[in-house]
């Protein structure tokens, strides 16, 4: 008999893994900053193209709706994200274990059950990819087809070969390249609703018979051969008895790339000791990935000013909330005086201990020649410095209002419900 392929324990390890009461409304809070950020999302120019999409293809079915919500989920910069494997997970779970879970009418518990199943195929497949990976290839596209597959699986309860035939034609569709960054297009949000809809595709097709490689990862001819110089193929199932893998999930406090948070936490705490005005110099350590991401000076959009470690530090330093308005036209214009003064480089600790941990200092440099420095070594959402549920709560409801949406604390309630096993609420 041979030996059982990752896929397979994978399955294995995820199927057997307890869970409590307390997981259940972890997992209600991510959902829900899931949904608010998709909520939210339909605010802005992507989003109004995908409405304007989505009324001319009416789309009903559930892999097209995951595709809808994956993608607004993932465009203001606010959604989760899972530091070791470097995947976003909410953006393409939740949406997918949404859209199936309102087909086939199934309550809370499974949904989350769902979620929480979904969470740890995608970020378990990312931490086995390698750190190369992430260099070229966008992890939240190519690992979250196999989060998003395992949670339409755990909803239609499909058995073990069945599960493992979705995974493999998940892995089949990823795809996700990083070159939209270079001319800064909306290329990001597709990933998330494409990894979205591979996964719910291919489970749905597993549901009645469609085959899949068991090798899709380890195989010669599979994923971590084709795009992974550096695969870590034990992390499939390393830790089995450890927390879910959702619990080790960042939330996002502000609107940004989330490899600039560390800074922006560093220079929010300066900006309580100096003022912008008296500022000359101002210097990031950082880790390199950071750098090979978010090293953009002079950002010439919203979107470009997310991904900009520049403009997230002066921001930070010069204002008191780095909110949306942090990034439109008239902040760029005013901070960049700041901006210019702000340098960025790969520095230790950081390097090291990037991607279990995302640190950052930040040192300013006054008149005078004083010097102050703020180091992180990890960012306020970590799972060691979290959001309080009050916090994300109240996060929620500003995306909530962000997107229009009336009656929030209704709709909040009621996707906080999911644990207490209520049926999902019909969103505005």
Known sequence: MSDPTLTQRLTELITAKPI??????????????????????????????LSRWAEA??????????????????????????????????????????????????????????????????????????PSHYRL?????????????????ALLRLDAPATVNALGNAGAQSAGLWQFLEAGTMTKHLHAGRAAEAGVLAADLARHGFTGPPTMLEGAKGWFAATCPDPDPEAITRDPDGPWQLLLTSVKPWPSCRHTHPAIDAAQELRRHVMAGAIEQVEVETYPAALEVCDRPAPQSDYEAKFSLQHCVAAALSRETVDFAAFAEPARRELAGLREQVTARVAEPYASAYPKAWGSAVTVTVRGGERLTVRRTHAKGDPEAPLTPIELITKARMLMTHGEVSKTDRLIDAILALSDDEVLPELP
Do not use: Q
């Open 57 to 130: 293809a009416a789309p009903t079915d559930a892999a097209r709706r995951a595709f809808l919500l994956g993608t607004l989920t993932h465009i203001l910069e606010t959604d989760d994200l899972h530091r070791a494997s470097v995947v976003h997970p909410g953006c393409v779970v939740v949406p997918a274990a949404w859209a199936v879970a309102t087909r086939e009418g199934i309550r809370g518990h499974a949904m989350l059950r769902a979620v929480l199943w979904g969470f740890e195929a995608a970020t378990r497949v990312g931490m086995a990819v390698g």
């Open 20 to 49: 409590t009461p307390a997981d259940l409304e972890h997992a209600a809070l991510l959902v829900l900053d899931a949904m608010a950020n998709a909520l939210a999302g339909r605010m802005s120019e992507p989003g109004a193209i």
């Open 137 to 153: 290839w966008h992890n939240t596209a190519t690992c979250g087809p196999y989060g998003s597959a395992m949670a339409t699986a």
